[in-house]
């Protein structure tokens, strides 16, 4: 998928550049220090108060952005890079601060792996917003590996024709309850097979997010999901198919059991051949082995029918 070679609005933090008159709002201002968080933030655990940005500014905000105008990997906006703001966070500024530091200026953190590996292009889905919300997380209180069920899970979808739905979703994945580790997991729900396990690890991702924030040219970018990180988060269980539309349920059932690798339809998302044909061939054998049972049963179960 070809797209214009752009370059990010990169504001360095010990730049002192202006945002335009224009603008929604200004950028979050310069600090060197924020040594009342642990004070301000008396919510958050030891990890939280420790998790600070250690980007520095030359480097690697250009490393996200691609030097092949046809290959889209590694850029940040769906359409145009000048769409959003995206800076180092001041130093010292821990990943649980919130508009407090900012005067009261919005933004929300994201983790570079988000976009380097796993392709994740702003603004977020609507599908992506209803989840987050329905969570009641920030986008940076997701592990990466929750980010990469949720990255392939929209690629099916779409590959499909569907719109991504939230109930489908928590139908086959649940929020895994992060104990002293902060970060949210998903987990597959018992018995409900969709996606394999993301087999390439994270490693190096904490310590590595970037502060967004909106330009004129984005003023929603930040609407309609939690933007700071929410404590006491109460977990909900999966969905059952009772609470769906009838397409829903249909999706369930086109679904259930075909178990796509994760890393490979990440892989193919800029691919339109190479996706057609790794699902397609999936798909092929998924739906001769539910024929298989079909012959061999008495009645005909739906598919995804608990």
């Known amino acids: 998928m070809a797209r214009l070679k752009q370059t990010a609005r990169i504001v360095a933090s010990s730049s002192g550049a202006q945002p335009s008159a224009s603008a929604p709002a200004p950028p979050p201002p310069d600090a060197t220090s924020y040594h009342d968080n642990a004070r301000v933030y008396d919510w958050a655990p030891l990890a939280l108060l420790a998790e600070t940005s250690t980007l520095q500014p030359q480097g690697h905000l250009k490393s996200l952005l691609s030097n092949d105008p046809d290959e889209p990997s590694c ?3 769906r359409e145009n890079d000048f769409n959003i703001r995206i800076r180092i966070p001041p130093r010292g500024m821990r990943i649980c601060a919130d508009d407090r530091a900012t005067n009261g200026v919005p933004f929300t953190f994201v983790y570079s792996t988000i976009f380097k590996r796993l392709k994740l292009r702003l603004p977020f889905t609507f599908f992506e917003k209803e989840l987050m919300m329905e969570l009641n997380v920030a986008p940076c209180q997701l592990h990466p590996n929750a980010w990469a069920l949720i990255r392939a899970f929209e690629i099916l979808c779409n590959y499909f024709g569907h719109n991504a739905s939230v109930d489908v979703f928590l139908y086959f994945f649940e929020a895994k309850n992060p104990g002293d580790r902060s970060w ?3 987990n597959r729900v018992a018995g409900r097979v969709l996606l394999g396990l993301y087999q390439q690890s994270f490693k190096d991702w904490k310590g590595r997010f970037y502060m967004i924030s909106a330009t004129p040219q984005s003023p929603t970018l930040l ?6 990180w929410v404590p006491g988060i109460e977990f909900k269980k999966p969905r059952g198919l009772e609470v769906m539309a009838p397409y829903e349920r249909e999706l369930c059932g086109l679904f259930l059991g075909a178990k796509y690798s994760l890393a490979l339809l990440i892989k193919h998302d800029f691919d339109v051949l190479a ?9 092929f054998f998924h739906l001769l082995g539910y024929l298989h049972i079909l012959m061999h049963t008495c009645t005909v179960p739906y598919p995804g029918v608990d």
């Open 75 to 77: 850029a940040i906006d």
């Open 275 to 283: 996706l057609k044909k790794y699902i397609g061939r999936l798909f």
């Open 223 to 228: 609407e309609g999901f939690p933007l700071y």
């Open 184 to 186: 949210v997991s998903l």
